[in-house]
């Protein structure tokens, strides 16, 4: 087990070199009084029973989007936005680059914080972006700068895009290029009325070429001009881009353009570097439709997966993993990540996502039913029960005006968290989204329980909703349910699941 409280005081000196714009005293102090108001938080956050145990989260505070992800000489890394000073609830100031390391992707070491935001320079955040390799193999950090007088009164200075290299081989220390900032409005072909929240960068390629596209600036897109990628000049436009956080990358002959929008989405196609054009030629639709259709009014209590990054891995294989956000305030903690995700298409390009297979080594306890016919009523699974679970389950042969799933149900059976399919519509906990059954009136339900967190793959992975929800603490329990008709319950496993920490 990771002692996280030793290398969360041995890193003061490591992470403080960062903010190059103020004396040495004045960096310390500054990561000194961050790390002991996070210190300062943990006991609460340790001792809410609603924590998730298997999903990766920051010891306390607020956590915020996936903002890098790569993997790199045997080791999985995330870097992730994080608030030391707002508390359990989204901050405009100070926000930084978390890291935490992986060697298996499920069990996670929280390391020194990566980027700092350099406030004698005027930085108030190190807003997302992402992290890859420039054309020397070195790990490079894509971000953006923002300033702390955007929305000062009479003063908006636009955000700037920013770029840092890594020291080591473990990515642990790292260091803002002399070329900062790489591209700004009205530099290097940007054009000067760009958007002033322009944000996010993600770095893709393609025949041989390095290109970076961003939120909030119409699909704009720039070109490196160098294989260290600390050249940069505006190359065009692409269709496409909208919400935050885009993420575009090739998948089995195809281009895929995921957007953090009201829900996550996202479009299939083909890319020509020529022309800077993406054209649909494939699937388009809803990656996850937990955050909701409308934009948040408060970002404490918005629910479900938003602030992607998609990764390849030592095997080839794309990576997806985002921030789940919608955690009740006061707990000492908010947010964490979703479980990674393995992309791939379907024969009709339609994405599909499926939990990466290395969580099976969490599975515990092992339960399974096959063929139970249910006949308008509700059936308790007396040997299933927990607030950490993983459940399978295949129905058939639906003629019931409406059956399903119910987890995390109390013992009088009145309350639980209702995963309930009738007339085209799933509604998982009250999030409902449009589903055509399969063959044989089949659909098919991979739910993954981790106290207060919900991850549902619809149907092997053709979509997926992911909920925050609170049932009581005792609620644990599960049944299946066929209301005016019947309903087979092919098969169902079900797994306990054993904590990361």
Not at 78 to 91: A, E, H, V
């Amino acid at each position: 087990m990771f002692n996280y409280s030793i290398r969360f005081i041995l890193g003061v000196m490591v992470v403080a070199t960062l903010v190059t714009d103020t004396s040495r005293a004045e960096e310390a102090q500054w990561v000194k009084k961050a790390k002991e108001t996070v210190k300062t938080a943990i006991p609460l956050a340790e001792k809410d029973p609603t924590r998730p145990v298997y999903h990766f989260r920051p010891p306390s505070q607020w956590m915020n989007d996936i903002c890098g992800a790569i993997h790199y000489k045997g080791a999985y890394h995330i870097f992730y936005q994080y608030n030391p000073f707002s508390g359990d609830r989204w901050g405009y100031n100070y926000s930084l680059w978390a890291h935490a390391r992986s060697k298996d992707l499920v069990h996670w070491e929280h390391l020194d914080w990566a980027l700092l935001p350099m406030i004698k320079r005027g930085e108030t955040r190190c807003n997302s972006g992402c992290v890859t390799l420039d054309g020397n193999g070195r790990p490079m950090i894509f971000y953006t700068f923002v300033h702390a007088k955007r929305y000062a009164p009479g003063r908006t200075p636009k955000r700037e895009q920013w770029a840092a290299i890594a020291c080591d081989e473990d990515l642990i220390k790292w260091k803002r290029i002399k070329e900062n900032p790489i591209l700004a409005a009205g530099m290097n072909g940007v054009p000067a009325d760009v958007h002033g929240g322009w944000s996010d960068p993600f770095v893709f390629r393609s025949d041989g070429r390095t290109f970076v596209t961003f939120k909030s600036c119409g699909g704009l897109v720039a070109e490196a001009q160098n294989k260290e990628l600390t050249k940069w000049k505006y190359a065009g436009k692409m269709e496409g881009v909208s919400g935050e956080c885009p993420n575009f990358f090739p998948l089995q002959n195809r281009w895929v353009l995921i957007r953090s929008t009201h829900p996550l989405s996202y479009i299939v196609g083909d890319f020509d570097a020529k022309t800077i054009n993406f054209k649909k030629n494939g699937g388009a639709g809803i990656v996850d439709y937990g955050f909701g259709k409308n934009p948040p009014k408060d970002r404490s209590w918005t629910r479900g997966l938003y602030g992607t990054n998609a990764f390849v891995d030592k095997d080839g294989r794309r990576i997806l993993v985002g921030w789940i956000c919608g955690f009740k305030p006061k707990r000492g903690w908010n947010g964490c990540m979703s479980l990674p995700r393995v992309l791939t298409l379907d024969k009709d390009k339609r994405l599909i996502q499926a939990p990466a297979p290395e969580l099976k080594k969490l599975r515990a306890k092992h339960r399974e039913i096959k063929g139970l016919e249910v006949n308008s009523k509700s059936e308790l699974l007396k040997d299933i029960k927990g607030d950490t679970l993983e459940i399978i389950a295949q129905f058939t042969n639906a003629d019931a005006g409406a059956f399903g799933l119910k987890v995390r149900q109390s013992e009088d059976g009145k309350n639980a968290v209702t995963i309930r399919y009738a007339d085209g519509k799933l509604n998982v906990a009250g999030t409902e989204l449009p589903l055509k059954l399969g063959e044989d009136k089949s659909l098919k339900l991979h739910v993954f329980i981790d106290k207060s967190v919900l991850e549902v793959f619809i149907n092997d992975g053709a979509t997926s909703v992911t909920r925050v929800d609170y049932p009581g603490d005792k609620d644990l329990g599960v049944s299946v349910f066929a209301e005016n008709g019947s309903v087979t319950l092919k098969s169902l496993d079900a797994w306990n699941m054993k904590p990361i920490w």
